[in-house]
C-alpha cells in the first residue's frame, strides 16, 4: 500500500511540474511574439485545465513591469476561458488601467460578455466624459477610444441595466460617442430601446448623423422583433 501511494504521489507531482512547465513555455512563446496566435492557443488549453497555469498568466497579466502589448495578449487569453474568477480577475486589471489597457481589455471584457467588468467599463466611460467636460479628456485620444469600446462591450454584455448606464452618458457626450451609444442600445433586448431611438430619430436638435443612425438601428431592432 505505501509503495501504491508514494507512485502514486510521484506522478502526480511529476504531473503537476510538466503542467507548470508547459504553462510557462507557452506563456515564454506569447513574451517573444504576442501576437503569436499558436502560443495563445496553448496557453488557453493550459489555463483551462489547470488553476496553477492560470493563476501564472494572471500574474504576469497584473505585473505593470511587463509590456501593454503582452498583457493584452494575456488578457486575451484570460477573457477566452469562460472562468469566473478570470472574468472577475479581469475586470479588476480594467478598473483604473491605463489607457492602451483599458482598450484591448474592454475589447475582450465585450467579446465575452464578462458582466461583472460592468462597472468598470461604466467607470471608463465616466471618467472620460468628467474629463472632457474639465477639457482635458480630449486631448487623449487613448481615452477616447477606451470609452468608446467600452460602450461597445456594454451593448455587446447587454445586462438589463446597461440601458441606464448608456441613457445617462448619452446627454454629456459628443456626436461621436452618441452614435457609438445608439449602436450599443440596438444590441440591448429592452422595451425601452424603440421609443428611446424613435425620440432621438425626430429630434431636430440632434446632428444629421445622430438621426441617421438612430433611424437605422430602430429599423433593424423593430425588423429583430418581428
Known sequence: MKITFRIALLVSLVSSSLAAGTAEDALNKLRNSSDNEAAKAEL??????????????????????????????????????????AQKALAGLLKGAESDLSICVAQYSGENKNEHALDALSD?????????????????????IAAINSIWAMGEIGAPKVMDKLQSFYNSS???????????????????????????AENENETDGVRSAAAEILEKVEKRGK
Open 44 to 85: 488557453l488549453q493550459e489555463v483551462r485545465k489547470d488553476p496553477k497555469a492560470l493563476s501564472l498568466a494572471l500574474g504576469e497579466a497584473f505585473n505593470k513591469n511587463n509590456s501593454t502589448v503582452h498583457r493584452c495578449a494575456l488578457a486575451d487569453v484570460i477573457s477566452r476561458t469562460g472562468d469566473e474568477r
Open 124 to 144: 471608463n466611460v465616466e471618467g472620460f466624459l468628467y474629463g472632457a467636460d474639465k477639457g482635458l479628456a480630449e486631448k487623449d485620444l487613448k481615452k477616447k
Open 174 to 200: 459628443d456626436e461621436v460617442l452618441r452614435i457609438n451609444i445608439i449602436f450599443s442600445m440596438g444590441k440591448l433586448k429592452t422595451k425601452k430601446v424603440v421609443p428611446y431611438l424613435q425620440k432621438l
